[in-house]
């Protein structure tokens, strides 16, 4: 297990959004409005930079803001083109397994680029890339929880069943298993949970 280290004082907070610079905001609030189902919330332009904010959920504002600025030439990451050079995911959760699969055929028609689909053992995921190539995760958890990180492909031509049946079996045989229910209850009862107040 991780060493978890807390400070004396650990402050109420969660996370929340992240914005990201992009070098067209165009194609991008196309793909995350229309393919990914993101609704524009606010938009403007502060300090020379054109933002456009994005949520689907009203207790945030925004889940995401895309801003003008992103340079053309950044460098790939040196280990793996998949992953950025500075972000290496921005990782949404879906619904379920069928979500997910029903999220591959909507790639795969819309063309999206560098699609690898994955599977974690503690989760079963897409990786791919947005129209600016930055790099996103789609994943639906699964029950069960084992030290990581694992990856192996995950192949959509097998149906739900196998998937779910194939996966179990070898994550029960990892050292380190445990459903991933009691692993929750564990660290929940070590992070430092936010707490909303009146
Ligand atoms: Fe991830």
Avoid at 67 to 87: E, K, M, T, W
Avoid at 141 to 159: E, G
Wanted: negative net charge.
């Amino acid at each position: 297990m991780n060493a978890v280290t807390k400070t004396s004082y650990a402050p109420n907070l969660k996370f929340s959004h992240m914005g990201f610079a992009t070098s067209d905001l165009a194609a991008m609030e196309d793909f995350y409005t229309r393919v990914l189902g993101f609704s524009v919330t606010d938009r403007g332009e502060v300090l020379g930079m054109s933002l456009v904010f994005l949520s689907r959920d009203p207790d945030d504002h925004h889940q995401l803001v895309l801003v003008s600025g992103r340079p053309d030439d950044l460098p790939a990451n040196p280990y793996h083109p998949q992953f950025g050079c500075v972000i290496n995911q921005i990782s949404f959760k879906v619904s379920s397994l069928q979500e997910l699969r029903k999220l591959n055929d909507i790639f795969l028609k819309e063309g999206v680029k560098n699609m690898m689909p994955s599977n974690h053992g503690i989760a079963y995921s897409i990786y791919c890339h947005d129209p600016d190539g930055n790099n996103l995760e789609f994943f639906v958890d699964t029950d069960w929880y084992f030290p990581q990180p694992f990856l192996i492909p995950l192949d959509f031509s097998k149906s739900d069943e196998e998937i779910v049946k194939e996966t179990e079996e070898f994550s029960r045989q990892q050292p380190g298993f445990e459903p991933y229910p009691e692993w929750r209850a564990r660290f929940g009862g070590i992070m430092n949970l936010y707490r909303p107040q009146a």
